[in-house]
Nanobody, 121 residues
Framework: QVQLVESGGGLVQPVGSLRLSCAAS????????MGWYRRAPGNERELVAD???????DYADSVKGRFTISGDNAKNTVYLQMDSLKPEDTDVYYC???????????????WGKGTLVTVSS
């Protein structure tokens, strides 16, 4: 019903920057929230950042001041600008959205396949 396509991952050196993008498509009536999680093998899933349709944002303490999330409601797209990257930011980043689809009254969470970010010299 809703497909999420992520892009922008890759290899970057410490203190470098990357920008992730995620576009949602499908039978979307409205998206209430979009964001990013990450989970390295053996670790708990961590919310990195998310943004509501109204523009309210939330960040993990570990990325505050370094990452910036933004969204384009008209394009059903969310961006994550990652600056001052550290080796510990290395992870698979998963895009998600909470969307209401056509013909349904309640929203559901949908997930992308993930994009790998590697921070290494």
């Amino acid at each position: 019903q809703v497909q999420l396509v992520e892009s922008g991952g890759g290899l970057v050196q410490p203190v470098g920057s990357l920008r992730l993008s995620c576009a949602a498509s499908g039978s979307i009536f409205t998206i209430n929230r979009m964001g990013w999680y990450r989970r390295a093998p053996g670790n708990e899933r961590e919310l990195v950042a998310d943004i509501t349709r109204g523009g309210s944002t939330d960040y993990a303490d570990s990325v505050k001041g370094r990452f910036t999330i933004s969204g384009d409601n008209a394009k059903n797209t969310v961006y994550l600008q990652m600056d001052s990257l550290k080796p510990e930011d290395t992870d698979v980043y998963y895009c998600y959205c909470h969307a209401v689809t056509m013909g349904y009254a309640r929203g559901m969470d949908y997930w992308g396949k993930g994009t790998l970010v590697t921070v290494s010299s």
